[in-house]
């Protein structure tokens, strides 16, 4: 028997809690009346709402169906998520994780980021909510209710460090969490989105599944950002033949049956050279591994568009 008691934080003022690995497993949670307070739910959960909560700091690891903020102040949160809404807030700084396109309502002084974070057990936790890691559309945000000749958000600066906004824990119990906030061990991919491009070249990699299909991309990501290219997007979805004609043009016949197997990952990295870069990393890297890259800068942008209208149409965008 589920107590809800034991799903829920409320009424609570200058206090640290939360809940470790393992203790929420998949149940709905409620966080409500809190002031002052760090919270941090260190698994999956159903739902989580979050009411009437003031000055708080909140993480919420992968929440299998929606996240929803009302009337909540100056909070500053990390959270991964299939939905995201909030309404009448004010003041929320979220680094985000969502598969689908956060919305505002009735709120504003609103900042996103993009999630970033790591502890052991998180992977699982992504995969135990039916979240991707490749699917986080943090950053375009759709704004129910806009005033116009007003702006309700903005994206976080790029320099955020996340432990500036929610620190780790200091109970005993929380400490126990093996976290580090390094961007370059986040769980999930650190994506520009939304953010002005710095160059007017990209390069799409896309690879097909199987069983290293994850550790692959994250391999590419690491190549090319050490090298200085910057990861735009990233995006999981199931490909039919049909999609890979309209996106692989001519070299569609050769990828067609590796779409049976699976979900593909698609890479969108930036910065001159991209296309150049992106060949050269995958034949010394990946050689022997059938992976789609963009031929030429000329095709590479065309390539980008094609396979994002082609995935925001598969995700109902």
Known sequence: QVDPKDYTFSG????TVGRLPGKVAGQQFVIQDCENCSIYIFDHSATITIDDCVNCQIFLGPVKGS??????????????????RTRDCRKLEVFLCCATQ????SSTGMKFGCFQYYYPELALQFKDAGL?????TWSTIHDFTPVSGENNWGLLPET????????LPTSEELKAVRISTDA???????????????SDESCLAVFFAGDYTTANARKLIDEMTGKGFQLVQTKEVLMK???AHRVFQQ??????PLLEKGPVVALEFNGDGAVEGCQSTINEVFSGTKVFVSESKASASQDVDNFYNFADMQMGM
């Open 102 to 105: 956060p919305i505002i309502e």
């Open 241 to 243: 033949a049909e999609d």
């Open 184 to 198: 370059t061990r986040s769980i999930i991919p650190v994506t520009r989105g939304r953010r002005q491009k710095s």
């Open 251 to 256: 070299c569609a016949s050769e990828f067609i």
């Open 67 to 84: 996240v929803f903020f009302r009337d909540c102040k100056d909070c500053k949160c990390i959270v991964a998520c299939q939905q995201f």
């Open 132 to 136: 991707s890691i490749f699917n986080n």
């Open 12 to 15: 609570l003022k200058g206090e």
């Open 160 to 167: 955020a460090v996340v432990q500036d906004y929610v620190p």
